[in-house]
C-alpha cells in the first residue's frame, strides 16, 4: 500500500494498493455516529448513521496516518507513506529543549513540571497531534512553552487558538500574560475573538471561540500558520470541520483535552482525522501520586424515594418502544419535582463548611437549589448558568478563591470545563449524566491544590426508581459513572437512604 502527502500536507492521497486492503481502509476509516438508531434518517431508511473517512476510495485526512499504520501492522500489510516526514520537526531534541525550558523560567515563580516539558517537547516534535492531559495538568503553560518556543525560534509567524467559551478566551489571555513575565518575555500582542470584543492590530496571537471563528471567511485563516485546540473534546465534528478545512497555510496543527474521545468512536476519528494521532497522556491518578492534584473520594448517594405506583408506572411504559423514548425525561421531571430529594441534596451539601461548587442541568432545578440553600442558611450563594455575564461569572470565580463556607451553584454547561477554583473541596453532582467527557471534567473543576485542602470530595446524587427486574434510566446513568470512577482510579462508597423516613413523609 502506498500514499503520497499531499494537498498542502492535509491529504493521504492513495497511489497503488490491493483490493483486499482497499476493503479494509473502508472498514477501519468508517465509524457510525452516537445514537445513530434513533437519528431519523437511518429510522427512515434514508442512511446507515455511517461516517467513512476514507473518500472515493483514494483519499485520506493526513491526521489518520497513525490508525492507517497501525491497521498494516494488525493486517501484515506493507506500507509506505512518501512525504510523511514533512509531518516532524526534527530540528528539535529533549535535552536541548529541556535546557531551554529551564533557562526561560529560572527567574519565573512557575518551574515547568517534567511531564509539561515532555508533552510541550511532543507537540512541537509531532507538528500535527493530539495530547489527553488530565485537568488541572497545566494544559495553558504547556501550550504557552510550544508558543514562546515557536515564536522565538521563529517556527511560526501567527498563531490562532481556539477555545470552546468566551470563559476560556479570558482566562487563556491572562493565563499567558501572567507567565509572559520571566526570562522569556515575548513580544506577545493577543487579539481576542468573541462578540462584541474589541480589535487589535499587528496581534500575533488569535484567541477565539468556536462559534465566533466559524462564521469568518476562508481568507482570514490564510494568515495563520499555527493553530492550537484547547479543551479539544468540545470541538464537534462540523465545527472542527468547517474552521480546519480553512487554514490551508497553518502546518502545525494540534489539540489538548482532559477528556479526548474513546478509542473506536467517530468523534475520535474526526478530531484526529484534522488534527492527528494522541501522543501523550497524563491521567489524573499520576498527577495525584506525584503529589501535583488533590487525592479524591466520590460518595455515591442513592436516593430512594419514589412510591411503588411510581415505580410500577415507569416499569410499565418499557413495555412500548414509543414509551420508551419518553421514559428518561419523565424519570428526570419526576425527579426534580420531588421536595424530600431538593431537600435533602442541599442539606447534605449545607453540612460541608468548606466551599462548594454544585452542579445542575436543568436552569429551573439550578434556581431550585440556589433558592433553598438560601433560604436554609446565611451562607454566600452564588449562581451561574448559560445566560450570567461573563464578568459576573469572573468575580463569583474570584469571590470563592477567599474564605470558606462559600457555594457556587452552576450549571455543567458553564463550568465542567476549563474553569478551576483551588478553594473549592467538593462537586455535588445533583443531576444524572453517563457522558463520559462531563463526569471527568466535572470533578476536574476542584482537582487544584489548596493549602487548605487535604482532598476533594464528590457527591454523586442517584435517584434509584428500581422495582422487581426493572432498572430505570437514572440508576443505569449511576453504573455508567461507576465505571469512569473506576477507570480513573477514584475510590467511591455507595450509600442508600430511603428519604421517605428521614423526612418522615410517604
Known amino acids: 500500500m502506498i500514499f503520497d502527502l499531499t494537498h498542502n500536507g492535509k491529504i493521504l492521497t492513495l497511489r497503488d494498493a490491493t483490493e483486499l486492503e482497499i476493503d479494509q481502509l473502508k472498514i477501519t476509516l468508517t ?18 448513521g455511517r461516517i467513512s473517512y476514507f473518500r472515493n ?19 501484515d500489510f506493507e506500507l509506505q507513506v512518501n512525504g510523511l516526514s514533512d509531518k516532524f520537526d526534527r530540528s528539535v531534541q529533549l535535552d536541548d529543549f529541556t535546557i531551554w525550558v529551564k533557562d526561560k523560567f529560572k527567574d519565573h515563580k512557575l518551574d515547568p513540571r517534567p511531564y509539561q516539558i515532555e508533552t510541550a517537547f511532543n507537540i512541537i516534535k509531532n507538528k500535527s497531534c493530539l495530547a489527553e492531559l488530565a485537568t488541572s495538568a497545566g494544559k495553558s503553560l504547556i501550550l504557552y ?5 515557536l515564536i522565538e525560534h521563529k517556527k511560526t509567524d501567527k498563531v490562532l487558538m481556539i477555545v470552546p467559551n468566551v470563559s476560556l478566551v479570558v482566562q487563556a489571555t491572562e493565563d499567558f500574560y501572567e507567565y509572559n513575565n520571566g526570562s522569556l518575555d515575548l513580544d506577545l500582542q493577543i487579539q481576542q475573538i468573541y462578540s462584541g470584543s474589541k480589535i487589535r492590530e499587528n496581534a500575533n496571537v488569535v484567541i477565539g471561540t468556536y462559534q465566533s471563528l466559524v462564521k469568518k471567511k476562508k481568507e482570514y485563516f490564510d494568515k495563520f500558520t499555527t493553530v492550537m485546540i484547547d479543551e479539544t473534546h468540545k470541538a464537534k465534528a462540523h465545527s472542527i470541520k468547517t474552521i480546519l478545512e480553512k487554514c490551508m497555510e497553518a502546518d502545525r496543527i494540534f489539540g489538548v483535552s482532559g477528556t479526548i474521545p474513546k478509542p473506536d468512536s467517530l468523534d475520535r476519528l474526526t478530531l484526529m482525522a484534522y488534527t492527528g494521532p494522541v501522543i501523550q497522556k497524563v491521567m489524573a491518578d499520576q498527577l495525584i501520586k506525584e503529589g501535583y492534584i488533590s487525592p479524591v473520594e466520590v460518595k455515591v448517594i442513592e436516593m430512594n424515594y419514589a412510591p411503588d405506583s411510581v415505580r410500577e408506572s415507569f416499569q410499565y411504559l418499557t413495555k412500548s418502544e414509543e414509551d420508551r423514548k419518553r421514559l428518561l425525561g419523565l424519570e428526570q421531571n419526576y425527579a426534580i419535582q420531588d421536595t424530600r430529594r431538593l431537600n435533602f441534596v442541599t442539606d447534605t451539601v449545607l453540612k460541608v463548611k468548606k466551599n462548594c461548587l454544585v452542579l445542575f442541568y436543568r436552569v429551573e432545578y439550578g434556581n431550585m437549589i440556589f433558592n433553598n440553600l438560601r433560604n436554609k442558611s446565611s451562607r454566600r450563594v452564588f449562581y451561574i448558568d448559560g445566560g450570567t455575564d461573563k464578568d459576573l461569572r469572573e468575580e463569583y470565580k474570584k469571590q470563592m478563591e477567599d474564605g470558606e463556607g462559600k457555594i457556587l451553584v452552576a450549571s455543567f454547561g458553564t463550568f465542567s470545563t476549563g474553569i478551576n477554583i483551588k478553594n473549592l473541596h467538593l462537586v455535588a453532582l445533583t443531576e444524572s449524566f453517563k457522558s463520559d467527557v462531563i463526569i471527568r471534567q466535572s470533578i476536574g473543576r476542584g482537582l487544584r491544590k489548596h493549602k487548605t485542602k487535604d482532598k476533594l470530595t464528590i457527591l454523586d446524587f442517584v435517584d434509584d426508581f428500581r422495582i422487581d427486574n426493572f432498572v430505570n434510566y437514572l440508576y443505569r446513568h449511576s453504573k455508567k459513572r461507576r465505571e469512569i470512577y473506576k477507570e480513573q482510579r477514584f475510590p467511591y462508597e455507595v450509600k442508600t437512604l430511603d428519604l421517605s423516613k428521614i423526612y418522615n413523609t410517604t
Open 145 to 149: 512553552i510550544v508558543l514562546g518556543y
Open 31 to 48: 465509524k457510525r455516529i452516537e445514537n445513530w438508531r434513533w437519528d431519523p434518517r437511518v429510522k427512515k431508511g434514508w442512511w446507515d
Open 57 to 75: 476510495e483514494m483519499y485520506v485526512p493526513s491526521g489518520l496516518w497513525q490508525i492507517v499504520r497501525d491497521m498494516c501492522k494488525d493486517y
